[in-house]
């Protein structure tokens, strides 16, 4: 720790150079609240006083030779090539310094890979560009929702000033208990995305097609913020992941709240809306899940994200678009919103399309979408 | 070879081939030549990829999206990579090689005279292809350099185009490999013994080995991709039964070999002009070429150290955690013994010194982050961070291209008998020295504090260090341009080189050949004591 002080003096002054710089200066972890997080951040501190030692050890030789046998001091060149001795020690030493390191990160190795017995796990699917999460057994069970960005446009496109939690925040959070050992199961829809809070440690691929594990136990309650670590396409800076750590008391009342709110979301997918109700309904739902790629404009950009306005598929017969927004178009960004979004959101959002930009073609009824799906 | 003979034929000894102006260079076979234009291809391609850097950081410079859409700024860190890596790093060795392979083993030519004048030709195509994906509808693909599957399968036609490019490049880095290890093993001089040969060629025999073994792997993995794109097969697709991570592992067994392909004709390149300024022979000889030779065979033990959060197996991250920590021990052999040539040496600091001074000093740097990258807990906290960013460029940058510029200013008085502006020199490196580590030393904090890479825009926590980056990297930028100034001056007025400009340099172009070197060289073998 005294390393970290020295260092974040020198920090400070280099961040006191960089006027305008309104915000904290990070530049070390992030203050560990998990087991691993900690092995691996005073792992770190050791290697790295191994590596200022040999460092200053090996350049020490090197600017005492720079400094004492220069020509110009009249140094004379000896013409010594090898010592057999001095060869074999410089070999060996280090080989040893390894083992002696190899240790305790083996260690921490098997520790993080163990995801055995856990109290709550958790199922993390990544989307171009959200995460959606799965409670799939413990204190939870069922709770299901889709986190995405929350922060508005206009603060990234430079349009308003920036807040606190910028490009860090989502409009659903994952709820955890404090002190619970949570297994996390990380796949993907599309491409390769990546799950990753620093506070906890924990980082895992999320691959299509295959289920990986990680797992962390957060021993202080907190927000803490993480974002996708793998390059996914277009708005991969723009999928952050939030954990909020609750006690065990709030775990309980937020899963109860989350469950109430889900029965009521579930609406009669038989109900029969106005247009004007279907196109508002649809605009919010553009907004949050359409946008990035097709544009406001609905002229998207071409031809990795087709234009909506004009388009044939969206002044067609219904069922062809139904099944694109269901189903999806494979290895493009276009998702299958089927498994996201509910029957109504999917008609809103349908309807919105086909009543915008100059669309002129008939609404889309839940009904409708109901009766497309497999 | 026969139009080399021919010429001799006809006793014309400073004879360029038989054309004049731009054919002379389309048609030449003599490997000064085609030393010259792997050089400057390499600095036209090293421009390019710098404006893309400097693109990079200017959208960079403040949080928020200012300059580029994130689309077009994921284009241009993949070319910047794909262009630093395959277009610039790679050819300027092979430059050198072609230079110095022939002179410091005694030999006229390389062995295929017009195998050579192909591997450079086909470089130009291969840059065309990669520049015009950026014109192709939906742009240049945004996948980064390491081109992962399935985000591959969602790009446009821009994607193919890089794929071919990379199918030539691989193709000029194998034929230009060949011809390497043939000339290094068939047209010695007598007397020039395998361990007789000057560092700089035994690091380039070791890495054409490398790369004959390595890139037909990267050639596999775009094909497999183009099949996947086009033609139906799922390799990388597991609804089709294939393995996104599959692309990973075949990558890597290219890509790590790749990176000692970077770096070990740097070695060489440093050891050569270490001894050469400190009047002293090369400490180690014998363990040099072991320990580079150990680093070659372990490079290819290692690549999936490069997918720790894939999700491995404990047994197969142990493996290749503890396979790439051995990769320290032959790389501090290498380290102890330069230090240990300058130890008791007569030093002075010309250009060439004052570069390889810095590449031990930065590369060491580079050489320790990466061994706090080989441990695997730490390795999955930075993962796709910054201090990754920060790790591969103090290799590549200030390992490989200090290396280059040493060997630039050490050998331009002996190929082209001018010298360089000798104070210009040490300002380059200098201003080269400083910005560098503006630029980068900063990022190692970024990537603690978990920013991740190939990302347009950041959370505020970021922005200091993401402005004294860009910062650095607009100046490193422009204390480029005073590197091409002090190479045009030094072509057009500088001074004659004396005959033997650096007292300690001893390998055969020095002792054997004048300076400037004529067009043609050892048509007789030397006579070696």
């Not at chain 1, 560009?129 to 409670?135: I, N, Q, R």
Request: proline fraction near 6%; charge should be neutral.
């Amino acid at each position: 720790m005294r390393g970290t002080r020295i260092v974040s003096v020198l920090a400070g002054l280099a961040g006191l150079a960089a006027s305008g710089a309104a915000h904290a200066i990070a530049w070390y972890f992030q203050t560990p609240v998990s087991g691993i997080a900690r092995d691996i951040d005073q792992l770190h501190q050791v290697i790295m006083w191994l590596i200022i030692v040999i460092f200053v050890g090996v350049f020490g030789f090197m600017f005492w030779a720079c400094y004492a046998h220069r020509k110009s001091k009249g140094h004379q060149a000896e013409q010594f090539h090898e010592n057999t001795t001095v060869e074999i020690l410089w070999t060996v030493i280090p080989a040893l310094i390894l083992v002696i390191i190899a240790w305790p990160v083996t260690k921490t190795v098997i520790a993080q890979k163990d995801t055995s017995a856990p109290e709550l796990t958790i199922k993390v699917t990544g989307y171009q560009w959200k995460w959606g999460y799965d409670y799939i057994k413990g204190e939870g069970e069922g709770i299901s929702f889709v986190s995405m960005l929350s922060t508005p446009r206009e603060q990234i496109e430079g349009n308003a000033p920036k807040g606190e939690n910028y490009l860090l925040e989502v409009d659903n959070e994952v709820v955890v208990p404090v002190g619970k050992k949570i297994r996390v199961i990380v796949t993907a829809a599309d491409v390769i995305h990546a799950w990753w809070i620093p506070a906890f440690g924990a980082k895992q691929d999320a691959i299509p097609g295959f289920l990986r594990d990680t797992w962390f136990r957060a021993n202080e309650p907190g927000t803490y913020r993480g974002q996708c670590t793998e390059l996914c396409g277009k708005e991969h800076g723009f999928m952050p992941i939030v954990v909020r750590v609750v006690s065990a008391e709030d775990y309980t009342k937020w899963v109860g709240e989350r469950k109430q709110a889900m029965a009521a979301v579930a609406e009669d997918p038989s109900k029969t809306w106005k247009v004007d109700e279907l196109v508002a309904r649809g605009e919010k739902v553009y907004a949050a899940n359409c946008v990035a790629c097709h544009q406001a404009s609905g002229r998207g950009a071409p031809p990795a994200f087709p234009p909506l306005a004009g388009s044939k598929l969206v002044n067609g017969p219904e069922p062809g678009q139904i099944d694109v927004v269901l189903n999806g178009r494979p290895n493009t960004a276009m998702q299958a919103f089927g498994k996201q979004l509910s029957d109504t959101d999917i008609a809103a959002v349908i309807t919105y399309t086909r009543k915008s930009w100059g669309n002129k073609a008939s609404e889309v009824q839940p009904a409708e979408v109901k009766a497309r799906r497999k | 070879m026969s139009a080399v003979v021919d010429t001799h034929a006809h006793g014309h000894h400073d004879h360029h081939g038989g054309y004049g102006g731009i054919m002379r260079w389309i048609t030449t076979t003599n490997h000064k030549d085609i030393g010259t234009l792997y050089l400057w291809f390499s600095f036209i391609m090293f421009s390019v990829g710098g404006l893309m850097a400097v693109g990079i950081r200017m959208e960079l410079f403040s949080p928020g999206l200012q300059v580029m859409d994130p689309d077009f700024f994921n284009q241009l860190t993949t070319m910047h990579g794909l262009i630093m890596v395959f277009g610039a790093i790679m050819p300027v060795f092979v430059g050198f090689a072609n230079w110095q392979i022939p002179m410091m083993i005694g030999a006229p030519d390389m062995a295929f005279a017009r195998l050579n004048n192909w591997s450079f030709w086909l470089l130009p195509f291969a840059a065309t292809l990669l520049v015009l994906s950026f014109f192709m509808p939906g742009g240049a693909p945004g996948v980064g350099w390491t081109m992962y599957a399935p985000l591959t399968v969602q790009m446009g036609i821009g994607m193919d185009l890089t794929i071919f490019a990379v199918h030539i490049l691989g193709m000029s880095s194998i034929l230009g490999s060949i011809n390497i290890i043939t000339t290094i093993l068939n047209m010695r001089a007598p007397g020039m013994t395998l361990m007789k040969m000057p560092l700089f060629v035994w690091t380039w025999l070791i890495t054409a080995y490398l790369l004959v073994a390595a890139m037909p792997v990267l050639a596999g993995a775009v094909t497999m991709t183009l099949t996947d794109r086009h033609f139906g097969t799922s390799f990388f697709n597991a609804a089709g039964g294939g393995d996104p991570v599959l692309y990973q592992h075949v990558f890597w067994f290219f890509g790590h070999p790749e990176v000692y392909i970077i770096a070990l004709p740097g070695f060489g390149v440093i050891s050569q002009v270490i001894p050469a300024f400190s009047r002293k022979p090369l400490f180690g000889y014998a363990s040099m070429v072991y320990a580079t030779s150990a680093i070659a065979i372990i490079s290819f033990i290692v690549w999936a150290h490069h997918m720790y959060t894939v999700g491995m197996p404990v047994t197969g991250q142990l493996f290749f955690m503890y396979a790439t920590m051995l990769v320290a021990v032959p790389t501090g052999v290498k380290v102890f013994n330069w230090v240990a040539t300058m130890w008791k040496g007569s030093l002075t600091f010309e250009t060439p010194m004052l570069f390889a001074c810095g590449f031990l000093f930065m590369f060491t740097l580079g050489g320790f982050t990466g061994l706090v990258l080989s441990l695997v807990p730490i390795d999955i906290q930075v993962h796709d961070t910054y201090y990754v960013v920060a790790h591969f460029h103090y290799v590549m940058v200030a390992g490989a291209l200090f290396a280059a510029f040493a060997g630039i200013y050490f050998w331009l008085p002996k190929w082209t008998g001018r010298m360089y502006d000798e104070t210009l020199g040490k300002v380059h490196f200098w201003l080269t020295m400083i910005f560098f580590n503006v630029t980068f030393f900063v990022q190692h904090f970024l990537g603690l504090a978990g920013m991740p890479r190939r990302v347009p825009d950041y959370p505020l926590m970021f922005e200091a260090w993401n402005k004294i980056s860009s910062i650095g990297a607009f100046g490193m930028g422009l204390s480029q341009l005073l590197f091409l100034y002090i190479v045009l001056k030094a072509l057009r007025s500088g001074a004659k080189a004396p005959e033997k400009p650096w007292e300690g340099a001893d390998s055969l172009e020095w002792t054997h050949l004048p300076t400037p070197v004529p067009y043609h060289t050892f048509e007789t073998p030397p006579v070696l004591k």
